[in-house]
């Protein structure tokens, strides 16, 4: 139990590094495990089954690059522990996930209840996992941080989590407040934040400083829980993706451009995060309560 605990402090500490959105005036609100207590929810699910994913934001004509990769390496640890991950998203992230071998389903931007009630009946799924993906917000609208309404450029995948929320597990991850998820800490975030928040919920909310960050905290615990080597990829996995992603048509959700950045930060900083999430699964592993970065 020591060493579980000391994995905790860490993990959840080393994704709200760099915050800048309020996201630790959250972090007192959820319970302090909250990437553990996700990664022990997938684990308790039935294996050989369906787990839904969705993600992509739109910026400025294009998915920004803060959700898909979290997504991917999330979906493909979760193929390594024996599911069937399928990502659930729109034509703004054409070709992001096939490139990784795993199954997608687009939605239509015009998809609705009708359309994710079949979804769900179809996959059966066992989960549902969101990762930076906008969610209806309070006043019914979907918007950006700017508050720019981006209604016509989301499909609705957040009516499958509103569909599934308290008959099937769900999970949100987000790093600002107008995600899938964040309905859980709403009234929080319009009193401290002052922004206008999602309002759907979720079993188990993970917020992090940018919401990949987050899809790998749960990545770290997997491969620390399960003791399956190799889940968390290394960072020139996770560079190199990120790169093909500008490529096909993605841009940094903060500078708006077409460059290998999440979230206004550049992969330097990216590169900190994941070796810092990999120093703890490690020590972890090896009966270690401390962690040391290289």
Not at 132 to 149: L, P
Request: charged share 25%; aromatic share 8%; proline share 3%.
């Amino acid at each position: 139990m020591q060493n579980s605990t000391k994995l905790t402090e860490t993990i959840e500490d080393i994704v709200l590094r760099h915050g800048s959105r309020g996201m630790n005036v959250l972090k007192k609100s959820l319970p302090a495990d909250y990437s553990h207590k996700a990664a022990e929810m997938i684990l308790s699910w039935q294996k050989g089954r369906t787990i839904l994913l969705t993600t992509g934001f739109y910026v400025a004509g294009y998915a920004e690059t803060d959700g898909p990769a979290g997504t991917v390496f999330l979906a493909l640890a979760l193929k390594k522990l024996g599911f069937n991950p399928v990502i659930v998203t729109d034509s703004f992230c054409k070709d992001f996930f096939e490139l990784k071998g795993l199954e997608v389903a687009y939605m239509p931007f015009d998809g609705n209840e009708k359309y994710c009630a079949a979804l769900l009946e179809k996959y059966q799924p066992v989960g549902l996992i969101s990762v930076e993906r906008c969610g209806v917000n309070i006043n019914g609208r979907y918007e950006n941080m700017r508050r720019e309404s981006i209604g016509e450029f989301t499909a609705r995948t957040d009516i499958l989590f509103t569909l599934a929320y308290g008959k099937i597990p769900t999970i949100g991850v987000g790093d600002g407040g107008n995600e899938i998820g964040m309905g859980n800490v709403a009234e929080l975030i319009s009193s401290k934040l002052s922004l206008v928040p999602c309002s759907v919920k979720v079993d188990c909310l993970v917020i992090a400083s940018v919401s990949n960050w987050g899809a790998y905290s749960i990545v770290a615990y997997l491969d620390a829980l399960s003791q399956k080597n190799g889940l968390l990829p290394d960072f020139k996995e996770i560079e190199d993706y990120i790169c093909i992603t500008v490529k096909i048509g993605s841009v940094d959700g903060v500078k708006r451009e077409k460059i290998a950045g999440v979230d206004g930060f550049g992969m330097d900083t990216e590169k900190e995060i994941v070796l810092a999430l990999k120093n703890a699964v490690i020590n972890y592993k090896n009966g270690e309560n401390d962690y040391v970065e290289s």
